[in-house]
């Protein structure tokens, strides 16, 4: 007999690892859905709940872009338009916004959303630069952050201070494609 070595072999040590992680799978989902519960008593909860901001609206057509139904001319106009959009402070809540609290932008930088409809027959290009034009907004809020509060550009910031940055002005930009609705008519 060879003792106890011989008898967990890798067969059963495998098994009893796949027992253990089994065990602490089910551990951990008891201790998440205990801190998930819902309030007992529901008028009485803590919780508060915020209207959040209406999202900036981009309708990218063939011919036109307009921003929140307002036509725009140039390109630049797009990032513009974000920057005062995500920027806007519109709670009064963000002690590192500098936006003029208008009804139209964001409450707060973390609740602002984007939404991009693209149209029918819309070339690439022009979808990507708007694109651009709206990824350039938010690195333009990102470095404005770095340098205020850290004194270096975002590209020089490590990486638990570039993650304070953009949890500070996290990008939420949703894309959608419009198709064409046809109409019957009776000729």
Same mark, same amino acid.
């Given at each position: 007999?060879?003792?106890?070595?011989?008898?967990?072999?890798?067969?059963?040590?495998?098994?009893?690892?796949?027992?253990?992680?089994?065990?602490?799978?089910?551990?951990?989902?008891?201790?998440?859905?205990?801190?998930?519960?819902?309030?007992?008593?529901?008028?009485?909860?803590?919780?508060?709940?915020?209207?959040?901001?209406?999202?900036?609206?981009?309708?990218?057509?063939?011919? @036109?872009?307009?921003?929140? +139904?307002?036509?725009?001319?140039?390109? #630049?106009? /797009?990032?513009?338009?974000?920057? $005062?959009? =995500?920027?806007?402070?519109?709670?009064?809540?963000?002690?590192?916004?500098?936006? @003029?609290?208008?009804?139209? +932008?964001?409450?707060?930088?973390?609740? #602002?959303? /984007?939404?991009?409809?693209?149209? $029918?027959? =819309?070339?690439?290009?022009?979808?990507?630069?708007?694109?651009?034009?709206?990824?350039?907004?938010?690195?333009?809020?990102?470095?404005?952050?770095?340098?205020?509060?850290?004194?270096?550009?975002?590209?020089?910031?490590?990486?638990?201070?570039?993650?304070?940055?953009?949890?500070?002005?996290?990008?939420?930009?949703?894309?959608?494609?419009?198709?064409?609705?046809?109409?019957?008519?009776?000729?």
């Amino acid at each position: 007999m060879k003792g106890l070595g011989y008898i967990f072999t890798y067969q059963a040590k495998a098994i009893l690892l796949a027992l253990l992680m089994c065990a602490l799978l089910v551990g951990f989902q008891l201790l998440w859905f205990q801190s998930e519960k819902l309030p007992s008593n529901p008028e009485k909860s803590t919780l508060k709940l915020y209207q959040t901001s209406s999202p900036l609206l981009i309708v990218v057509s063939a011919n @036109e872009v307009v921003i929140n +139904g307002k036509s725009i001319k140039n390109l #630049a106009d /797009v990032k513009a338009a974000v920057i $005062t959009y =995500v920027d806007n402070n519109g709670s009064g809540k963000c002690s590192y916004c500098d936006g @003029e609290k208008t009804e139209e +932008g964001a409450r707060h930088p973390k609740e #602002a959303r /984007v939404q991009i409809v693209i149209s $029918t027959g =819309v070339h690439y290009g022009r979808f990507a630069s708007i694109q651009n034009e709206v990824n350039a907004a938010y690195r333009t809020l990102r470095e404005n952050y770095s340098v205020k509060f850290f004194n270096q550009s975002f590209d020089r910031l490590d990486g638990k201070q570039q993650l304070i940055v953009t949890r500070s002005y996290p990008k939420a930009v949703q894309f959608e494609h419009v198709e064409p609705e046809w109409v019957l008519t009776s000729d």
